[in-house]
């Protein structure tokens, strides 16, 4: 089989369940119990957390663990709202959120915060002209993605940077959940960022754990009050075998990083350079530096997407529409949605999502099935639309 659908989740790694299988057996201790399981099990904390730190170039005290992503783009939103509310209200995103940026946002508009959506261009991605434009003097947030789960747009994080090294005092976050491990760490890590989410399934650790970075000297209030664990900021019992997984997990992904980024572009670049050119098919990722490595999105116009997932599947090739979270309730892709993509267009989007364990000969097998399903949708589109549609 040929998995292609790693945006969505990642299988975990044998070392890193290896991990987390020693862990759950062997130190099982509570982080904060005072005897030796306790004081055992707060050393592996740590020790996995200043790994992480390390890994990004942080420091131990600026990595805070979550459940994932959704709970760190939740954190960042709301705890700034509330940690900043005597600042002021206003909050600047993209219209090309995750959902978990998104309904944050509308959930603050509800408690009277006011959101700037910056709009997009025909690649999903943001204007600096714009950001300028929408920052106000009570701006306390600008969220922006590093990499749309979707088409994999790169937004210009440096350039945000830039525009707000002159506004000190608003909070920076950059989703970082789909950039991790793609090449572009120097710009998520940048030297203005405030805050960064990320999620461990994304990488080959469990689900249902992630981190932040919180930039020392930076305040957000808590959302999940309780036993102060997380120097009171995250109440909870660490999940500490997950948690050392995915010190594991993130270790094993930044090893020989450039080597395996440009495997991931070359096995899109193989499959883009295949499908483009076909009558019906319309891509909205860019083959270019503009866009992530891993990801890829066409549409076939004429067909839904849900039925080109289906026709692959047959072949035991496992690809997605654009997002997990929109397939299931049959929705048109947000993002372009936002790149005012027709909905006759964007129904029809599928995305490829690669890892670093994905190969050429796949891409190759991608192709020769494309080429033999091509004829079918041809048949389909021309039942389901008189003309197809341009995008
Ligand atoms: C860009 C982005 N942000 C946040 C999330 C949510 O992460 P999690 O599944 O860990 O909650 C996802 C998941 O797909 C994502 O792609």
Partial sequence: MIYFDNSATTQSAP?????????SHQIWGNPSSLHQFGEQAFNLLEQSRKQIADLLGASQSEILFTSGGTEGDNWVVKGTAIEKRAFGNHLVTTAVEHPAIHNSMEQLKQLGYEVTYLPVDEHGRISIDDLKAAIRPTTILVSVMAVNNEIGTIQP?????????????IHFHIDAVQGIGKG?????????????????????APRG???IYARRGRKIAPLLTGGEQERNLRSGTENLPAIAAMAKALRLLLDNEPAKVDM??????????????FPLVTTFSEDNDGFAPHIL???????????IVHAFEEHQIYISTTSACSSKKHLASSTLTAMRIPEDVSTSAIRISL???????????????????YKQFEKLSSTTADEPAKA
Avoid: W
Avoid at 297 to 307: K, N, Q
Avoid at 356 to 362: G, M, P, R, S, V
Avoid at 363 to 368: K, V
């Fill in 15 to 23: 070392d890193v369940v290896a991990t987390y299988d020693k862990v």
């Fill in 157 to 169: 994080l440096t350039e945000v940077a830039d525009v707000l090294k002159d506004y000190p005092k």
């Fill in 184 to 204: 572009i760490q120097d710009m998520i890590m940048n030297d203005r960022v405030d805050y960064v989410t990320f999620s461990g399934h994304k990488f080959h």
């Fill in 209 to 211: 754990i992630g981190f």
């Fill in 264 to 277: 991931q572009r070359q096995i899109k670049e193989r499959i883009y350079n295949h499908v483009k050119d």
């Fill in 297 to 307: 999105c066409f549409a076939i116009r004429g067909v839904r997407g849900e039925t």
């Fill in 355 to 373: 890892d670093e364990h994905n190969t050429l000969a796949e891409a190759d097998e991608f192709n020769t099935v494309f080429d033999q399903l």
